[in-house]
């Protein structure tokens, strides 16, 4: 069974551009997480899906990040206008409804410049 | 808020020696995850622990709970090189929610 897949694995980008990472979870799993990891601040969780609906967004930074979950195979986070400081690796994990444990997958480097 | 906190967040041992590592945490839970990273790669997951008292092992690797001093333990026993990561705790909050809150991370060395 494929794990989470991220894309792209590395970007970088200028000052002001958008940007989208995208993520396919894991077959079957119906809740889905993006995380932040920066040396600062370490995992950060951004905001969570449960069966495609957004749970809980509280740790999204602000108004220039979203995230979509259009269909239970696709998920993206999108940064508009992307500044320096959001240079991090942003990690998608998954979970089974009646699972514990969350799955990462294996992060999209992102350098702002 | 739930705050998660390890220590110590950074650990350099020798070969062969036993250490622990500490994880707290600040609100009601049952549910601890023990979590490994390489440099530069995603996150592994090590143990899950879901009551009170639960120990898990897996090589020179074990985990325990302890659910009332909200606290979480890993201990290494005579530890090798290939030991070297970073150990990530986190916690599920009890209250219906799932929000993985993780810990600070320890980032381990181990010198041969």
């Known amino acids: 069974d494929a794990g989470v897949i991220q894309s792209p694995r590395h970007e970088v980008t200028e000052m002001g551009q958008e940007v989208t990472l995208r993520c396919k979870p894991i077959?079957?799993?119906?809740?889905l997480f993006w995380y932040r990891q920066t040396m600062m601040r370490g995992l950060e969780l951004l905001i969570y899906?449960?069966?495609?609906?957004?749970?809980?967004d509280s740790g999204m930074p602000e108004d220039r990040f979203s995230a979509k979950m259009p269909n239970a195979s696709f998920s993206t986070l999108k940064i508009q206008p992307s500044e320096p400081r959001d240079s991090a690796v942003y990690f998608c994990?998954?979970?089974?409804?009646?699972?514990?444990?969350?799955?990462f997958g294996e992060g999209s480097w992102l350098t702002v410049v | 808020e739930l705050k998660v906190e390890q220590n110590p967040l950074f650990l350099s041992m020798q070969e062969g020696k036993n250490y622990t590592i500490y994880c707290n945490y600040s609100?009601?839970?049952?549910?601890l995850y023990w979590y490994r990273q390489d440099p530069g790669k995603s996150l592994e997951s090590l143990f899950v622990?879901?009551?009170?008292?639960a120990v898990k092992q897996e090589g020179r690797l074990m985990a325990s709970l302890d659910t009332k001093a909200r606290l979480s333990t890993l201990h290494i026993t005579a530890a090798v090189h290939d030991l070297s990561a970073t150990y990530f705790c986190?916690?599920?909050?009890?209250?219906?929610?799932?929000?993985?809150?993780f810990g600070t991370g320890t980032r381990l060395k181990v010198l041969a």
């Open positions: 077959s079957g799993h119906d809740y």
């Open positions: 609100t009601t839970s049952d549910r």
């Open positions: 986190a916690v599920v909050p009890l209250l219906g929610t799932y929000k993985y809150i």
């Open positions: 899906f449960n069966n495609n609906v957004p749970i809980d």
């Open positions: 994990a998954t979970r089974r409804g009646n699972g514990n444990t969350i799955y």
């Open positions: 622990l879901l009551s009170n008292g």
